[in-house]
DNA sequence: ACCTGAACACCGTTCAAGT
DNA sequence: ACCTGAACACCGTTCAAGT
């Protein structure tokens, strides 16, 4: 009882942070609820609207871009960075969420708009976005596939180079690209 | 009977290629296989080993870069990306393998090694190879995603640009980068 | 050496029925 | 309106037992 919505979309971010995105099950959220599985149906169409809606919530904390001058760029893409993740598994469920979504509801599509606003050629703003967003994404995932496995296994063999700063300075190759290409 | 790990490997593969990632499990093998689900432990470890064992099929196919040039650059990472979407999942499937594996036994290494036989300073080199690994697996990440949901649903809506070009302009950006930077 | 059969502990989703 | 209970069609993995 006191089911909702809101107290679904957490419990499961709760699961989420304490196991893995693996185990978020509806089985398994119902059971933290004290509820049967089925009556998460009522307040959630599928596990894929859950996975939207956990979505929203962790790219609600994303903070927009101010200007899109080299620095910010650069900050804006480690904050970005950081808040997929500050969940275990965030990486992946907002790139799966985010690759069906319409362009205009993308972190990338704000990013071209403050590109076109510096007046930088269109077909650059769009690469530059759309690129960013996939490196980040791309760049994460590998990130949290690397910690999930560290957590399970052992055989880990470690990488060579700080994430953070090879990340740093694949996106500042882009971002010195788009001022200096013309 | 005449059960083997290349046998195992290559139906996955089909059943991949025919069903996608999501539907290749032992039993849905096994039962292509006429043979029980515990009948594959015998020739593999687990699913995670199976898993790789199809990316390591299915890298087999990229070709080596043998220059690192401009030109070959924007080639080679237009050759990888064609490669992950030749097989449905394909990308997702690589991405989650390569993470887990060592720096050397990457594609991004050989590109590495390639910008440093180049000259291209070890930051800058580490960066854009580990940067243009991730760009391409993050994108083809989505742009899979994308075909997946097609496929099971209708409600996706149509991207404003043609993907491979705009991953080929986000890839440009970076080998500009790698070349102006010093 | 290689496979069967049965079991264990799970999944997402539907749907009639209850309150 | 909101939830239970039971069912359906699935999972990966283990392990004794057969051949």
């Given at each position: 009882m006191a089911l909702s919505r809101e107290i679904i979309v957490s419990t499961a971010l709760t699961i989420m942070d304490s196991y893995?995105?693996?185990?978020?099950s509806m089985r398994r959220i119902a059971t933290a609820l004290e509820?049967?599985?089925?009556?998460?149906y009522w307040h959630v169409d599928s596990k894929q609207d859950l996975l939207s809606a956990m979505t929203e919530t962790i790219l609600a904390d994303l903070p927009p871009?101010?200007?899109?001058?080299p620095v910010r760029l650069r900050l804006w893409a480690a904050r970005f960075h950081t808040l997929l993740l500050r969940h275990r598994g965030g990486a992946e469920l907002v790139a799966s969420a985010l690759a069906i979504r319409?362009?205009?509801?993308?972190?990338a599509a704000s990013v071209e708009a403050r590109l076109l606003a510096e007046s930088v050629p269109p077909a650059t703003a769009h690469a530059a976005a759309h690129g960013l967003m996939s490196l980040i994404l791309g760049h994460a995932f590998a990130e949290e596939q690397r910690a999930q496995a560290k957590i399970l296994r052992v055989d880990l063999p470690e990488r060579p180079w700080d994430q953070a700063e090879s990340l740093d300075g694949a996106v500042a190759l882009i971002v010195a690209g788009i001022f200096e290409s013309q």
């Open positions: 893995g995105l693996a185990d978020v509820v049967q599985p089925s009556a998460l871009l101010l200007s899109a001058d319409s362009w205009d509801d993308t972190p």
